[in-house]
């Protein structure tokens, strides 16, 4: 679940860089992969996991309440990631200070909104779907997926 973040994340971000912020960063990686995605998703999905049993949207109270530990576990992951990287790499990846509803430079009521929807599309929707392949991921191929990625870890921080 982890790289499947990293990857959705580093498509999302190639993609807003695309068409939104031709000078934005695309992660602090070499590889295709954005861990703050990972551990998102990786988090969210524990997290439901752990509270809802079913993934049956069967009373709006479900929604909500998901909603919000959501919207809770998603932006403390942007604002731990934001300050994890600028004490380790001394970059700023991402900012929204000149949003209006902003906490920081990390954290912003309008992008924690949009995480948490997300989010929730995510992890009830597409994960339950993704859960039947990952299962038939050879183990290693994770293995090497997982070395691969120690490697650019350590490639990053050391260069």
């Keep these: 679940m982890y790289f499947i973040g990293c990857i959705l994340?580093?498509?999302?971000e190639t993609t807003m860089k695309t068409f939104f912020n031709p000078g934005m960063n695309n992660g602090i990686l070499y590889g295709p992969w954005i861990p703050v995605y990972g551990f998102g998703i990786?988090?969210?999905?524990?997290?439901?996991?752990?509270?809802f049993k079913s993934r049956k949207f069967n009373n709006p109270s479900k929604i909500i309440i998901s909603f919000l530990i959501l919207?809770?576990?998603?932006?403390i992951v942007e604002e731990l990631g934001g300050l994890l990287i600028e004490a380790v790499f001394n970059k700023t990846f991402w900012s929204y200070k000149s949003k209006k509803f902003n906490i920081g430079p990390y954290i912003s009521l309008e992008m924690s909104l949009l995480w948490?929807?997300?989010s929730l599309l995510f992890v009830w929707e597409l994960k339950p779907l993704l859960d039947i392949y990952i299962k038939k991921?050879?183990?290693?191929?994770?293995?090497?997926?997982?070395?691969?990625h120690l490697i650019d870890i350590i490639f990053t921080w050391l260069f």
């Design 71 to 75: 919207f809770t576990t998603i932006t």
């Design 116 to 118: 948490s929807f997300l």
């Design 9 to 12: 994340g580093y498509i999302l």
């Design 137 to 148: 991921i050879p183990r290693i191929l994770t293995i090497i997926l997982l070395a691969i």
């Design 42 to 51: 990786t988090l969210s999905s524990f997290v439901t996991n752990k509270i």
